[in-house]
């Protein structure tokens, strides 16, 4: 698929098939994180998780939901893949949300191109960056903390184009 079309079919899916995406996908996917821009070229500050036991995601979002007291909240949306972006607490905040943000969405981007759903996380990774029990699950040293995350897998709905939101964007050439 080429860039422009996968970029047209990009959304934000919500609903899952319960499969699994295969590891050649998975590889992709993190190649696809591994090639990100990051702030001068300091990967050695990021690191990923990911999650496809689906014990641990349930504890996430059940966790999530503690914190934020609803429930019935499903943060990662049923997602069989959740691949969580971890900063180094040493840099900005700024910087960390840059830094996976440009991992992210190359991933969702990759995802797109394999037809596969894909989610942008950050409410799961805001509420829980700080809680024990979710930097347990992930094995996450003291020192790094969830940024955010990217939530994958095969849509239940079939992706489609949509055209650029040009007019909703307030645009001004200088």
Same mark, same amino acid.
């Given at each position: 698929?080429?860039?422009?079309?996968?970029?047209?079919?990009?959304?934000?899916?919500?609903?899952?098939?319960?499969?699994?995406?295969?590891?050649?996908?998975?590889?992709?996917?993190?190649?696809?994180?591994?090639?990100?821009?990051?702030?001068?070229?300091?990967?050695?500050?990021?690191?990923?998780?990911?999650?496809?036991?689906? !014990?641990?995601?349930?504890?996430?979002?059940?966790?999530?939901?503690?914190? @934020?007291?609803?429930?019935?909240?499903?943060?990662?949306?049923?997602?069989?893949?959740?691949?969580?972006?971890?900063?180094?607490?040493? !840099?900005?905040?700024?910087?960390?949300?840059?830094?996976?943000?440009?991992?992210?969405?190359?991933?969702?981007?990759?995802?797109? !191109?394999?037809?596969?759903?894909?989610?942008?996380?950050?409410?799961?990774?805001? /509420?829980?960056? !700080?809680?024990?029990?979710?930097?347990?699950?992930?094995? @996450?040293?003291?020192?790094?903390?969830?940024?955010?995350?990217?939530?994958?897998?095969?849509?239940?709905?079939?992706?489609?184009?949509?055209?650029?939101?040009? /007019?909703?964007?307030?645009?001004?050439?200088?």
């Amino acid at each position: 698929m080429e860039l422009t079309k996968a970029m047209r079919m990009r959304r934000s899916t919500r609903s899952y098939l319960p499969q699994q995406i295969t590891d050649q996908q998975l590889a992709a996917l993190l190649d696809a994180a591994y090639l990100a821009p990051t702030a001068m070229g300091r990967y050695e500050r990021l690191q990923l998780r990911v999650v496809q036991d689906p !014990d641990v995601l349930a504890a996430l979002n059940a966790d999530f939901a503690a914190a @934020i007291g609803n429930v019935g909240a499903q943060p990662t949306y049923g997602a069989p893949t959740v691949i969580f972006v971890l900063g180094s607490r040493e !840099d900005p905040e700024a910087l960390l949300g840059a830094n996976a943000a440009c991992m992210v969405d190359q991933m969702s981007l990759a995802a797109t !191109d394999m037809g596969l759903g894909s989610v942008y996380l950050f409410g799961i990774c805001n /509420e829980l960056k !700080d809680s024990a029990q979710a930097s347990a699950l992930l094995r @996450i040293p003291p020192q790094f903390r969830m940024v955010s995350a990217l939530a994958v897998g095969v849509p239940a709905e079939p992706l489609t184009e949509r055209e650029p939101q040009a /007019e909703r964007v307030k645009t001004i050439t200088i």
